[in-house]
């Protein structure tokens, strides 16, 4: 053990006597997860008040006398083409040319405009001869799903004007419409939606945060890994440390305890910076969508539990990888393919859902990523995140015995 705490203390020395590499471990990683969630806050919620505020354009095509008289009265006096409904103001213009529809649809696909509700020809005439079994006008429209704007503006159109119309020509049909309603849906239940809400609200953060954590935890082990192990041989002081009277299983449990007690702190302080963060984002959000979110102790706990762990298995991963190395460059191309099964790893997560078999917790990388994804998404349970937990140390276990066996061997550690 006492040989085991000197090349510790050597590799501690070594980092912390350097102050770049003080600020890359310690400094930086706090700055960087505080500052991306704060961003993260503030952009989503710019981007949900943005299209809350955003006033939405709309081209009505062949648009009947109905439809004219039903939304004249929301007009807004002093904005022409302008129509408050509700508390969105709809800027709707209408056209009986065939030409204006197919600019208007380019428009779209732009997104200089939001929607084209095109009306078949003689509408009104169609809803005021229908007889039984004949057929129904189909009131088309146009939009880009992948514009934003242009997605909400639908929905919100169709269920704030189109509904209302429809049952306002409906009205003038049939009479009182309360005869065609044989029962109706939550009109007097405020209570329809039990959930969750950190749960409803951790489902988004279940996709992003686990694989940046992922990635960014295994880019600040890496090059500590490379240098220790990969840099010793580069810079020739790992040939005079072999030489020395110590037991090599010795050097190599020494080296790994330090960039174990070095990466752990890092992923302290990762750790902590997303303490202080997460609350901030759920606080930022919570008063945006009205959602009372939080983040618990035991999540954190857990969180950290994991963050922790992680950092031992990928040390230990990278440090079997380094061995074989000649020096930090050829280190680095050795754990490059690592790193991104890895990144695969964190994609997979982002897609696969949150039920996750106990026994799944197992899988090394796997298992772990996806027990942190499940912890922002409040489905980890006890068993799965011990599972999880076990599973970094049993395997980063394995690859710390594997590279000190490693180390016994000359052709290997001299490059013969």
Not at 17 to 26: E, H, P, Q, Y
Not at 108 to 113: E, K, M, R, T, V
Not at 288 to 299: A, R, V, W
Not at 339 to 358: K, L, T, W
Request: one cysteine or more; charged letters at 20%.
């Amino acid at each position: 053990m006492k040989a085991i705490g000197i090349v510790m203390r050597k590799e501690l020395y070594r980092v912390f006597s350097d102050k770049k590499m003080i600020f890359g471990l310690f400094i930086m990683p706090a700055v960087v997860v505080i500052g991306l969630f704060f961003l993260m806050g503030i952009l989503a919620s710019s981007m949900l008040e943005d299209i809350e505020e955003h006033e939405p354009t709309i081209l009505v095509y062949q648009a009947p006398e109905s439809f004219q008289n039903y939304i004249r009265s929301f007009e807004v006096q002093e904005s022409t083409g302008g129509y408050k409904i509700g508390v969105t103001i709809y800027h709707i213009s209408q056209t009986e040319e065939e030409s204006e529809m197919e600019d208007g649809k380019q428009l779209i696909y732009s997104g200089d405009l939001d929607l084209i509700l095109a009306f078949p020809e003689d509408f009104d005439r169609q809803i005021e001869s229908y007889v039984a079994g004949g057929a129904i006008p189909d009131l088309q429209t146009f939009y880009n799903p992948s514009e934003d704007y242009s997605d909400h503006a639908r929905s919100e159109v169709l269920s704030a004007i189109l509904e209302a119309y429809r049952k306002s020509l409906l009205e003038e049909r049939i009479g009182d419409l309360e005869q065609l309603e044989i029962f109706t849906i939550d009109q007097d239940n405020e209570n329809s939606v039990i959930q969750n809400d950190n749960k409803a609200q951790g489902k988004l953060f279940g996709y992003m945060i686990p694989y940046m954590i992922t990635i960014l935890l295994f880019a600040g082990a890496m090059s500590l890994g490379a240098d220790s192990f990969a840099g010793e041989k580069e810079r020739g002081t790992m040939a005079a440390l072999l030489m020395t009277p110590i037991k090599r299983s010795c050097i190599v449990y020494g080296k790994l305890f330090a960039l174990m007690i070095l990466s752990g702190l890092s992923a302290l302080v990762y750790g902590g910076a997303m303490i202080f963060a997460i609350p901030l984002l759920y606080r930022t959000l919570g008063a945006i969508t009205g959602q009372d979110l939080s983040f618990p102790p035991e999540q954190m706990f857990m969180m950290l539990v994991l963050i922790v762990t992680l950092v031992f298995l990928y040390v230990a991963l990278i440090a079997l990888c380094a061995t074989f190395a000649k020096n930090t460059k050829e280190g680095s191309t050795y754990i490059t393919p690592l790193y991104m099964i890895v990144m695969a790893i964190g994609v997979i997560s982002m897609f696969r859902g949150e039920e996750v078999a106990n026994l799944q917790y197992l899988i090394p990388l796997y298992g772990p990523t996806m027990a942190l994804k499940n912890v922002f998404t409040f489905d980890v349970t006890a068993v799965g995140f011990v599972l999880a937990s076990l599973s970094n140390l049993a395997t980063g276990a394995l690859c710390a015995w594997l590279t000190a066996r490693l180390f016994h061997s000359e052709k290997i550690m001299f490059n013969a």
